[in-house]
């Protein structure tokens, strides 16, 4: 089946830095990839939509200054969480999307912001 | 985002069957899914139901689906130890957007 792939699958940073999250869609091409983030014990959240060569488009109350999305191509999308602070600290988890009826998550990233 | 609602915690022994229940208030929704996550993992896709549809059965696996009460189930026959996890179901909005439910964990007692 479609696989996707993410990359850290865990990051330790200090509070201000920024962490880049690669999501890669690895023998399908994914013209929409979707992130979310999951605070432990609860479900996943929608964070934003990302298009290929266009931008994001995120949920409301999500910062898109904070979270920056870039699907620069059909298999990669990344999102950068800025100036990290601890309260970002989750797990976040990419999908792509395989024909309508379906998308394929990564495995996820695990953020520890100290 | 539209609300999805799960019991969050459900126990059966070993060898019954798991009945999972979900209400969606999407009434656009063209598919809704189930996934599974156990600890420290992403989700598996476990089957998905057309909205067209009122039960789809793959293996140990039936879903049903009352379009007219927005209430999705999943049934999970013969239940194992190995089927512990948290189970989400999602349903996809308009741009293809998933929202899960809040995730039932299920037990299963040897």
């Known amino acids: 089946g479609a696989v996707v792939s993410q990359h850290p699958s865990w990051v330790i940073c200090k509070s201000g830095t920024s962490v880049k999250i690669e999501c890669r869609s690895l023998?399908?091409?994914?013209?929409?990839m979707f992130w979310y983030r999951q605070f432990p014990k609860q479900s996943l959240m929608l964070m934003a939509t990302s298009n290929e060569g266009s931008k994001a488009t995120y949920e409301q109350g999500v910062e898109k200054d904070k979270f920056l999305i870039n699907h620069a191509s059909l298999t990669l999308s990344t999102l950068t969480v800025t100036s990290a602070h601890p309260e970002d600290s989750s797990f976040y988890i990419c999908s792509a999307e395989f024909g309508r009826e379906t998308q394929y998550f990564g495995p996820g990233t695990r953020l520890l912001v100290l | 985002g539209e609300d999805v609602e799960q019991s969050l915690f459900l126990s059966v022994r070993e060898g019954d069957s798991s009945v999972i229940n979900c209400t969606y208030t999407d009434s656009s929704s063209t598919y809704l899914y189930w996934y599974k996550q156990e600890p420290g993992a992403g989700l598996q896709l476990l089957t998905y139901?057309?909205?067209?549809?009122d039960m789809k059965q793959d293996q140990r696996l039936t879903v049903l689906l009352n379009k007219k009460d927005k209430h999705l189930s999943l049934r999970i026959a013969d239940t194992q130890t190995g089927d512990s996890a948290i189970y989400f179901c999602?349903?996809?909005?308009?741009?293809?957007?998933?929202?899960f439910g809040t995730g039932t964990s299920l037990t299963v007692i040897p």
């Open positions: 023998d399908f091409q994914a013209t929409t």
């Open positions: 999602a349903e996809s909005g308009a741009g293809n957007q998933f929202y």
């Open positions: 139901i057309f909205s067209n549809m």
